[in-house]
């Protein structure tokens, strides 16, 4: 599961349509997980919103020095993993290689669908780009336990009335993945794979006591920590 992030807690219907979606993890503001569970039924299609006069979100991702090297290559797998939901979500379109791009990283209870993308684009659309930093390893059998921020840089931007408005928090989110080396079967393929191949296996929020996501992402955070106004996109441009 994924959380509720910034690009779609606007709207009450947005927080009820995400009900169905994959994402679990702790916010800047809020230090309480949010569980979402994919619909058991059919559920009435949302309008999708008319896509912003800006480019959607670029997410970036890299991974702190401070990790063994045994530990980065599950930490790049689980922050390149948490970057593809992102991609997927956050296209103007409805991309199936995209989707199957990332249900192919994780296990089925953590799979997305077009119903997440389509609940995804209702409210408030946003600009301009976030950093995703693995931070922390845990050993886990047959794996790493992976915390990660996300922080705002470039900046997260609101698009409203064709202006746009920086999101505020400097931490958008901290996260945690457990990657495995595992037969498992992914979010594509209900077979139990012929050979151990990296795979997210769980999704939550780290396991620190007594910290919320800027306490514990605040010395992580990327210096010089810059933000940058988007520039429309062309044909936005071109038309006024």
Known sequence: MMKIRRNSVRTLPMCFAL???TALAVSACDSK????????????????RTPAPY???KI???VDESLTEEAKGFAQFAVETQADGYRFLDANTFDSDSLDRYNERVVADHKKTKYDWQAWHVGIPATGGELIRAISATPVEAGQRIDFCEFNTPGVFDVADGKI??????????GSMTVKSTTQP???DSHTAKTPRLLVVSIGSPDVENKDADSLCDKFAPEPFTQATPSPTPSASQSK
């Open 55 to 57: 480019p959607p979100l």
């Open 165 to 174: 408005k920086l999101e505020s928090k400097r931490v958008l989110l901290a």
């Open 33 to 48: 997980p949010e569980h979402h569970e994919q619909p058991k039924t059919s559920t009435p299609q949302a309008a999708v």
């Open 186 to 188: 992914s979010g594509t």
């Open 19 to 21: 009900l169905a979606s």
């Open 60 to 62: 970036d991702w890299d």
